[in-house]
C-alpha cells in the first residue's frame, strides 16, 4: 500500500475538476463528431446508390464475373446501411453535414481545439480547472502507445526508416542553423541551444531535455516553449487546408506533419485531423524522431564545446535517462506484439479481440488531450514569446516545413504509407 501511495501525488484532488471539464468537452464533441460523419455518409449513399445498382444491373447483362459483382454488392450493402442509420432514403440529401465535415473539415479534432481556445480567450477559464487541463495534454500519450497495433515491423523498416533519414537530416541542419544565428546575433548559449533543440527535434521534451545541459534559464525556456507552441498552434491550423489544397496525399502529409511541427500533441492533431493514414505516418515518424532525442543533446554539448557537462551530478547521461520519453517504448511494444500475429490478441479490426478493444478507445484518449491543449491555448501567453529568439526560432521552423513538404513530394506515397501488415 505504500508503493501505491507513494505513486500519486499528495494534491490529486486539484486535478479532477479540469479533468471532468475535458472529459465532458470531449464527449460533447465526440457525439457532434459521429452525427456530422453519420450525416455526411448518409448524404454520399444517397448519390452513390442509383449508380452502383445501374452498374450492377450493366454487369449482369453482359455476364460479368461474380467477384465483380460482389464487390459492388457489398459496396451497396454498406450504402444502404449508411442511409438506414438516418432513416433516409434514395435522392434525399444532407449538403449541411458534406460542407461541414468534407469541405471544412470540421472534425472532432478541430471542434476541440478551435472551441477550446474560444471557450479559453472570451469567457475564461476559472483557475480551479486549470491544474486539470494540464494533465490532460499528455493523455495523447496512451493513446499513440496504443496505435502500436496498426503496425508492423515492416512498416517500422520502411517507413520508419524513410521517417528516420528524414528527420535526422532536418533535425541536425535545423539545430545547427538556429544555434549559429544565435550565436552570430548574441543570443545567449542557454536561449540558443534549447530553441536549436526545440526546433529541431520535437518541441517541449527537447527543449526541456537540452535545458539542464546549456544551463537555461526559467525565462529562457519560457520563451523557448512559448515560440515552439505559438508556431505549431499556427501550423496545426494551417497545415491541414494548405495540404488539401497542394493535393498532398495523406502518407505524404504525415511524413511532412512529423517534419514540420515542433509538438507531439499537435502534429498528432494535425495527422489525425487529415485522415487516419495521415496520422498512421505521423506517428511512425515521430517516434522515429524522438529517438533521437539523446543524440540533439550530445549535439548541442559538442556543439557549445561542454566538454565538463558530463562531470557533474546533472551530467548529460542523467538528463537523457530521466527526460527520455518512455512512452514511446510502450508503443514499439504493441509493434512487436501486432508483429508476431499471436492469435489470442487478435488485430485491430477483429471485433471482440483484446487489440479492437484497445483501438476502440484511442481516439477517447485524443480527445482528451486534444480539449486539454485547446483549453490551454492562451493567446495572451503566446505573445510573450521573446522577440529575437521567436523570430530566428519561426524563420529555421518555417524554413524546414517548406523543405520538408518538397522532400515528402519527391519521396511520393509509397515509401510512406502504413501498410499494418495486409
Not at 479559453?120 to 494540464?134: Q, S
Not at 498512421?280 to 543533446?297: D, E, Q, S, Y
Request: net charge positive; hydrophobic share 55%.
Amino acid at each position: 500500500m505504500s508503493f501505491i501511495n507513494s505513486m500519486i501525488t499528495p494534491d490529486w484532488k486539484k486535478f479532477i475538476p479540469g479533468l471532468i471539464l475535458c472529459a465532458l468537452f470531449a464527449f460533447v464533441v465526440m457525439n457532434i463528431h459521429h452525427l456530422l460523419a453519420t450525416y455526411q455518409k448518409a448524404d454520399v449513399a444517397s448519390v452513390k446508390i442509383p449508380k452502383i445498382e445501374q452498374r450492377i444491373a450493366e454487369l449482369q447483362k453482359q455476364g460479368a464475373s461474380q467477384e465483380k459483382l460482389v464487390l459492388l454488392q457489398e459496396n451497396l450493402g454498406k450504402l444502404n446501411k449508411a442511409l438506414a442509420a438516418v432513416h433516409g432514403r434514395v435522392g434525399q440529401r444532407w449538403k449541411w453535414a458534406t460542407f461541414l465535415y468534407e469541405t471544412c473539415q470540421f472534425k472532432y479534432v478541430a471542434m476541440l481545439l478551435i472551441g477550446g481556445i474560444i471557450i479559453r480567450n472570451t469567457i475564461g477559464i476559472p483557475k480551479v480547472f486549470l491544474p486539470g487541463i494540464g494533465i490532460a495534454r499528455p493523455l495523447i500519450k496512451p493513446g499513440i502507445i496504443i496505435l502500436g497495433v496498426h503496425y508492423v515491423w515492416s512498416d517500422v523498416v520502411k517507413v520508419g526508416g524513410t521517417g528516420l533519414v528524414l528527420t535526422a537530416f532536418f533535425i541536425f541542419g535545423t539545430a545547427l542553423t538556429v544555434m549559429y544565428v544565435a550565436k552570430r546575433k548574441g543570443v545567449s548559449d542557454g536561449l540558443g541551444g534549447i530553441m536549436g533543440a526545440g526546433t529541431g527535434v520535437c518541441g517541449v521534451s527537447a527543449i526541456i531535455a537540452t535545458a539542464p545541459v546549456v544551463k537555461a534559464k526559467p525565462l529562457e525556456m519560457a520563451y523557448a516553449i512559448g515560440t515552439i507552441l505559438l508556431f505549431g498552434t499556427l501550423m496545426l491550423f494551417v497545415m491541414p487546408y494548405l495540404g488539401q489544397w497542394l493535393h498532398v496525399s495523406q502518407p505524404q502529409f504525415g511524413a511532412w506533419a512529423a517534419i514540420a511541427i515542433l509538438n507531439t500533441a499537435q502534429l498528432i492533431a494535425a495527422a489525425e485531423w487529415y485522415g487516419d493514414e495521415a496520422r498512421n505516418t505521423a506517428v511512425l515518424i515521430n517516434a522515429a524522431r524522438i529517438m533521437l532525442i539523446p543524440f540533439i543533446v550530445m549535439y548541442t554539448v559538442w556543439f557549445y564545446g561542454l566538454k565538463d557537462v558530463g562531470k557533474e551530478s546533472t551530467g548529460v547521461w542523467n538528463t537523457i535517462r530521466n527526460k527520455f520519453p518512455v512512452f514511446i517504448l510502450g508503443f514499439f511494444a504493441l509493434v512487436l506484439l501486432n508483429s508476431l500475429d499471436i492469435s489470442a490478441f487478435g488485430g485491430p479490426r477483429e471485433a471482440g479481440t483484446p487489440f479492437w478493444a484497445m483501438n476502440a478507445v484511442y481516439k477517447w484518449f485524443f480527445a482528451l488531450g486534444f480539449a486539454g491543449i485547446g483549453l490551454s491555448i492562451s493567446i495572451d501567453d503566446m505573445k510573450k514569446s521573446g522577440g529575437l529568439a521567436f523570430l530566428i526560432g519561426s524563420g529555421a521552423a518555417t524554413a524546414k516545413m517548406l523543405l520538408g513538404l518538397i522532400a515528402v513530394m519527391i519521396i511520393g506515397t509509397e515509401l510512406l504509407k502504413v501498410t499494418g501488415g495486409h
